[in-house]
């Protein structure tokens, strides 16, 4: 039978794992940094900085009291253990040693309205024209964090984000930044995973590494899924540069999108009529929507669509895309799907290009 004091250490050692290494159930049942401490900690939205000040703060104070939680939980957990020996004094010293210097961390980080920290560290290698102080870049930051058109993926303890003038990188304990001016990427690795929770098919994970101009601005690396890669480039203004031997698989969705478009130039255009303009498309917000739907294969499960051009084609690939079945690839370009808007049914061959 085993003893009281080694299941709680197998359980304490792995809660504790978990929650300094959130996956995804604990992040689903809410046990993470950011749900716990919500309410102190604000919305990202309203100050990506400010949070991220809070975060990565009370952060460093709840890991460093992870040992001292183990010693307390211990004598509930065994109580008939004295711990009371020489190396339960030492454990419980370095305990309360590591927690009371992450308080005198967090205070020293605290003087000057948090200019000590090391986020704000970060901002200030960026003050130069246009930004007055690392306040003006923090709220650079904060604006275009509040943008929708950015670029994000990860988990919160390792997301990359790519807004207009910014490249960032959240991280557990720090965040890292470059200006997109002054920044070039390099594709330095890429790594295929055979199993992945949320693909059936093997996924391929890029690494990339930023490089400023700014000396002042420490080099870091990102990754992300080579799916999301197409996607980056479009937001990254910054020059990408590919490693000579690093070869990027291109996936299946990004194939289909490709042939899409390829199809889509070769079926009858649309003429817009006379007096009528295009609006932004309704997915993306970003270019003109420059397709519309009408029926021109005259198949029987076709419907016609009487929306007015509505989506960008990237949008409306993506779209069509989104409803197929990854389990059967090779009736993708023979699919039917419902219109994003009304549901009627169409295929490639309906999808025109407004000229």
Known sequence: ?????????????????????????????????????????????????????????????????????????????????????????AFLLLSLCL????????????????????????????????????GSVAVSINTEFRHIDKFATGAPGARVIVTDTWVLKVTTYHI??????????????STQHHLSPDSASPTEILTLRVDSINPAVTPFNIKLNSAEYAELREKLRAPIRNS??????????????????????LNQPYALPHGQELEPCIGCMQVPANAKLVTLCHEADCQQCHCRP????????????????????????????????CRAKFCILDVCAVR
């Open 310 to 341: 509505m989506w960008c084609l990237l949008c409306l690939g993506r779209w069509f895309a989104s409803r197929l079945d990854e389990q059967t690839p090779e009736t993708w370009l023979s699919s039917r799907v419902p219109c994003p808007t």
């Open 176 to 189: 890292y930044m470059a200006l997109q001016s002054d920044c070039h990427v390099t594709v330095t690795e």
């Open 1 to 89: 039978m085993e003893s009281p004091e080694l299941s709680f250490t197998l359980a304490y050692v792995v809660l504790s794992f978990c929650f300094v290494f959130t996956p995804n159930e604990f992040r689903s049942a809410g046990l993470t940094i950011q749900n716990l401490f919500s309410s102190w900690l604000g919305s990202e939205d309203v100050g990506f900085i400010q949070y991220h000040i809070r975060r990565t703060s009370i952060t460093i104070v709840v890991h460093s009291a992870l040992p001292l939680g183990y010693y307390m939980g211990m004598c509930v957990a065994a109580p008939e253990k004295n711990l009371v020996g020489d190396s339960w004094r």
């Open 99 to 134: 927690q009371s210097v992450s308080w005198i961390i967090v205070f020293y980080w605290s003087r000057r309205r948090w200019h000590n920290h090391p986020i704000s560290k970060v901002l200030q290698a960026h003050v130069q024209p246009p930004f007055s102080s690392w």
């Open 244 to 265: 000579p031997n690093v070869v990027i698989h291109r996936t299946l969705g990004e194939l289909f999108l490709e042939t899409f478009k390829a199809q889509v130039d």
